[in-house]
């Protein structure tokens, strides 16, 4: 098949033949249709991902078919048409057993811990407790947007920040993640305030249902903005992965604010300082999300079906292989407002 390689880190990736993946005995091969372009991999690329080993394949973001089954995988045919959460869980630790497959134990993440999706077809473990069937009428690009971040900001806001209707809603950094909390947020009727040093991803967010804006790159103090548009926002998400947006999200809060750390912040940047002192006066609550457990997927899938939800407005390109080694290198320099998506057959 081919896949996009590369040998070294921050060196070009090259589209090239490498073996077709086979099945493991729990797992399937998925023939990939659509796999997005995240910032994720331009981190893994970098050389920023411990768990990466070289020479890699890039992608995580995946929709297609199944192509092939291990010996062991009775609820998935050939044909299927599924899609996966970036983390796929062992079905087998405590943290499983407890519905928790988002935080497996012994997780492994395509892209990053094994070959990705950057590839005509990619091979997936524990196919029983990770795939996600695709409904009917959505398409593989819509689909592969989900399983990164789409499912991760509708985890953030709805699952581990607990939205209400009526709320005030930050949303720090509106990127791929940003944008699809600040959909989910309006959808539930909070209301949302987005954070962004970028006119053009400011844009995006308003016609994505935010209520109000701060240009974080002609403000001071994008924190008391918030503050002073809100009186505090009750739920805050830093959605970019910085310190900086890290200690504005927890400093837009109001007294018993919830804080939704969603971006990464790569090992590579050292220890983000949180203002603790603030956390204790104000009895802030600090939260991690870390994508979604594929069990949990059906709820956000009916609210798309129903239309209440579009993350096909995020897919802003469609790109072919050919195309992603230079996408990938860009992604440093310009992360894009939208989501771009990869057409490995196209
Ligand atoms: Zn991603
Ligand atoms: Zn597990």
């Known amino acids: 098949m081919r896949a996009v390689v590369f040998e070294r880190y921050g060196t070009p990736a090259e589209v090239r033949d490498v073996p077709d993946p086979e099945p493991a005995e729990h797992g399937v091969v998925v023939r990939v249709e659509a796999t997005g372009l995240c910032r994720s991999d331009w981190h893994g690329w970098m050389g920023h991902d411990p768990d990466i080993t070289l020479p890699h394949v890039p992608g995580h973001e995946l929709a297609g078919t199944v192509e092939a089954v291990g010996t062991r995988v009775t609820g998935w045919r050939p044909g299927d ?3 996966v959460p970036f983390v796929c869980a062992c079905g087998s630790c405590p943290a499983c057993a407890a519905g928790d497959q988002q935080v497996c134990e012994r997780q492994t993440q395509p892209g990053f811990s094994h070959w990705g999706s950057f590839a005509e077809y990619v091979a997936l473990d524990h196919a029983e407790v990770n795939l996600v069937r695709v409904p009917d009428g959505m398409s593989f690009a819509t689909a592969a947007s989900l399983g990164c971040r789409f499912a991760t900001a509708f985890r953030a806001v709805v699952q581990q920040g607990r939205v209400a209707a009526g709320e005030w809603v930050a949303v720090h950094g509106c990127g791929g993640v940003g944008l699809s909390a600040v959909m989910i947020a309006a959808a539930s009727g909070a209301r949302v305030v987005a954070v962004d040093v970028s006119p053009k991803a400011l844009d995006l967010a308003r016609a994505f249902g935010a209520a109000a804006c701060v240009d974080a790159a002609s403000t001071a103090d994008p924190a008391a903005a918030v503050r002073e548009l809100t009186g505090g926002a009750h739920l805050s998400l830093d959605a970019l992965g910085s ?8 400093a837009g809060l109001r007294r018993r604010g919830r804080h939704v750390q969603v971006g990464l912040l790569p090992s590579a940047d050292g220890t983000t300082p949180v203002p603790m002192a603030r956390v204790i006066a104000l009895e802030l609550e600090i939260l991690g999300s870390h994508g979604m457990a594929a069990h949990t997927y059906q709820p956000m899938l009916e609210l798309v ?19 992603a080694p230079s996408a990938l290198a860009a992604m440093g320099t310009a992360p894009g407002s939208g989501v771009t998506v990869i057409e490995p057959w196209s």
């Open 243 to 250: 310190p900086a947006t890290c200690a504005a999200s927890v």
């Open 305 to 323: 079906r129903a239309g209440v939800l579009r993350p096909d407005r995020l897919v802003t390109a469609a790109i072919p292989l050919a195309a």
């Open 81 to 83: 048409r599924v899609t």
